[in-house]
């Protein structure tokens, strides 16, 4: 039988395995819940800062039978404190949120700080990565980044960026190079602590937001240059999440340099199976569903997103942490049962 870790490499190179990975990668992806918190005693807000806490909530996911992956930080900001948002920590049931932008406009990109690995959350993160790496390294380690869009409109107000793209185009250009450079590096310094797998998460460069156009000019080069930086030093693999509806952009997405591209609940696998060929496609039950729906609703579910051709089963956002840890475990179960059903 194949170990969580091999079994998601050879799926990410499309190589034949037993059965599909049940993954959630961390970050804007984030897999942490309630119930999962009071059994390990690692607990929100608290993880979000300090790396054994991190660390011991991350494994407890995996440990309590949830995803086969270790994945950290459990939010979205992180990038972004660092390099000069005001970042509120949240609560034990509510994630971590931008509450003041350092720019109030795209000119003034030169006083944003550049990412520094040895300080704050950047190094928490870290930091929670040699930690995960040293107590299992069989059981494949996510490394996270927000995509370059989504940092840019968490560094300042988006309607103010999204209407910057047409009217001052190359400044907006100027932005997203020093974005990109520290996002570089700081998934450099996670693939390089220990981390094996990459996950750039994009909720707001979407092809629904921005339209095709924009899409091909703003987000899709970004993402391919942080791809195309990082790929040598992602020992299994690299995966870009894509929120939204894709129809728009399905010519932009097949160009991406990445292994896998994980898609919303919105999206049907079918489709997005049919208009990229080539590409290992990761998703996506519903986390709305998830949290509401009974174990064996999700279990179906779970199984209906394998059918449609969802080669690594995988949840469609990240999960509210009220969600019960069950369900997690019936995404599990499916995946494991899956090949045993004779599909």
Not at 78 to 94: I, R, S
Not at 142 to 162: D, K, M
Request: glycine share 8%; hydrophobic share 40%.
């Amino acid at each position: 039988m194949l170990t969580s870790k091999e079994r998601l490499r050879l799926t990410l190179a499309k190589k034949p395995v037993d059965r599909p990975p049940c993954i959630c990668p961390g970050g804007m992806m984030n897999a942490a819940v309630e119930e999962v918190m009071d059994l390990s005693g690692n607990k929100w807000p608290e993880a979000h800062s300090n790396s054994e806490l991190m660390a011991g909530l991350a494994a407890g996911i995996y440990e309590q039978g949830g995803f086969e992956n270790f994945g950290v930080p459990f939010c979205m900001t992180v990038e972004a404190e660092a390099m000069g948002a005001e970042v509120f920590l949240g609560t034990k049931v509510n994630e971590p949120r931008v509450a003041s932008y350092p720019l109030q406009v795209v000119e003034d990109w030169r006083k944003l700080k550049n990412i520094n690995p040895g300080e704050g959350r950047i190094k928490v993160v870290l930091d929670a990565i040699k930690i995960l790496r040293d107590k299992n390294p069989q059981v494949p380690l996510v490394a996270n980044l927000v995509g370059p869009i989504s940092l840019a409109t968490s560094l300042i107000e988006p309607t103010i960026f999204y209407k910057e793209m047409r009217k001052k185009p190359q400044v907006v250009h100027d932005m997203m190079m020093i974005i990109t450079e520290n996002l570089i590096a700081f998934g450099k310094a996670q693939l390089e602590a220990g981390a094996d797998v990459l996950t750039v998460s994009e909720p707001s460069g979407t092809g629904e937001i921005l339209g095709p156009a924009l899409f091909r000019e703003f987000s899709a080069p970004y993402l391919n240059q942080i791809i195309e930086a990082l790929k040598d030093y992602a020992g299994l693999g690299t995966i870009i999440h894509i929120c939204g509806r894709l129809k728009s952009v399905y010519r932009e997405l097949k160009d991406l340099k990445c292994d896998a591209i994980s898609v919303d609940a919105i999206t049907s696998i079918e489709k997005v199976v049919e208009n990229l060929p080539g590409k290992v496609i990761m998703g996506n039950l519903s986390t709305y569903a998830l949290e509401y729906k009974s174990p064996l609703g999700i279990k179906n579910m779970a199984e209906n997103c394998l059918l449609s051709g969802a080669k690594i089963l995988a949840p469609a956002c990240g999960i509210g942490p009220r969600t019960p840890l069950v369900n997690i475990q019936m995404m599990l179960e499916a995946a494991k049962e899956h090949n045993l059903n004779g599909v």
